[in-house]
């Protein structure tokens, strides 16, 4: 009789339905957890820049799910949004800092001054928003998982990306840091996602960025991992 056959983990259901705050998610691995995340029954509250696609989730998406435009660059807007989404959907389980920008592949000195300070308000400040404004709720309730997107360029460098790299080193440094703050019923990870074909990875892989997994084929496999996250992880970098 041959051996059974591994099933695949996102044919797993999970019955502790959780609720799963996560930042950009009008495409890429943000869109593709999405979609993940709410076949197995989680609720998503999500957000991002683009109206159009934002606007399209709220209909696709089961009605516990929860969608807004939201730039995460404006402390205030970011504010808003989580005291709001907490008051008519109350504070999530685990929340993942998904949303982040690339300045096109140049060496350092060429970057625009306006570009390297963008990306550092949306991969740097847009994160920490998001943990100030949602910390106090995750205290209260005793409970939650904090994972910051980080990536291998937060744990190594290569020519032309260094204002990414600076943002995803930062990533590490301030979640690893974070996690020595945090009471014994929270806990926050850096993850390494991989490489994985989005619009991001075409920005500076170029063609080459068609022979990494899809978004989806990545959520297969990161959706579990996120899942299965838990207060022993805290304070480690971890990757999917
Ligand atoms: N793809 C890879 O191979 C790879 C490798 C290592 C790490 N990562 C990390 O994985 C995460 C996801 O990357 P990805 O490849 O999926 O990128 P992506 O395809 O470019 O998607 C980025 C998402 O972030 C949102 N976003 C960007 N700026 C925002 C802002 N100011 N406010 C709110 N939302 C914003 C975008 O939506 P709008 O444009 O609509 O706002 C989009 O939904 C990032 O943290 C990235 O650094 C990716």
């Keep these: 009789m041959p051996d059974p056959q591994p099933v695949p983990n996102i044919l797993m259901k999970d019955y502790r339905t959780r609720k799963i705050l996560l930042t950009g998610v009008s495409r890429g691995?943000?869109?593709?957890?999405?979609?993940?995340?709410?076949?197995?029954?989680?609720?998503?509250?999500?957000?991002?820049?683009?109206?159009?696609?934002?606007?399209?989730?709220?209909?696709?998406?089961?009605?516990?799910?929860?969608?807004?435009?939201?730039?995460?660059?404006?402390?205030?807007?970011?504010?808003?949004?989580?005291?709001?989404?907490?008051?008519?959907?109350?504070?999530?389980?685990?929340?993942?800092?998904?949303?982040?920008?690339?300045?096109?592949?140049?060496?350092?000195?060429?970057?625009p001054y306006s570009d390297f300070t963008h990306l550092v308000q949306v991969n740097i400040n847009g994160v920490f928003s998001v943990i100030r404004h949602i910390m106090p709720h995750l205290i209260e309730q005793q409970h939650g998982i904090i994972a910051n997107l980080s990536s291998g360029w937060g744990r190594s460098v290569s020519a032309g990306v260094a204002s990414y790299c600076a943002s995803k080193w930062a990533i590490e440094g301030m979640t690893l840091a974070l996690a020595e703050d945090l009471p014994p019923d929270i806990a926050a990870v850096p993850v390494n996602?991989?490489?994985?074909?989005?619009?991001?990875?075409?920005?500076?892989?170029?063609?080459?960025?068609?022979?990494?997994?899809?978004?989806?084929?990545?959520?297969?496999?990161?959706?579990?991992?996120?899942?299965?996250?838990?207060?022993?992880?805290?304070?480690?970098?971890?990757?999917?």
Excluded at 212 to 237: C, H, I, M, R, Y
Aim: proline residues 7%.
């Design 29 to 111: 691995l943000g869109h593709a957890l999405t979609d993940a995340f709410t076949v197995q029954g989680h609720a998503v509250a999500g957000c991002a820049r683009s109206a159009d696609d934002v606007n399209a989730m709220q209909s696709k998406f089961p009605a516990n799910c929860d969608f807004s435009v939201v730039d995460l660059a404006s402390d205030a807007e970011t504010g808003a949004w989580i005291n709001a989404l907490v008051t008519r959907w109350g504070p999530p389980d685990l929340v993942i800092n998904n949303a982040a920008i690339i300045n096109p592949n140049m060496p350092l000195w060429e970057v």
């Design 193 to 240: 996602p991989g490489v994985i074909n989005t619009t991001m990875l075409q920005s500076c892989f170029g063609s080459s960025a068609d022979q990494a997994p899809t978004p989806e084929q990545w959520a297969e496999t990161a959706a579990p991992f996120f899942l299965n996250l838990s207060v022993s992880d805290n304070g480690k970098s971890l990757s999917v």
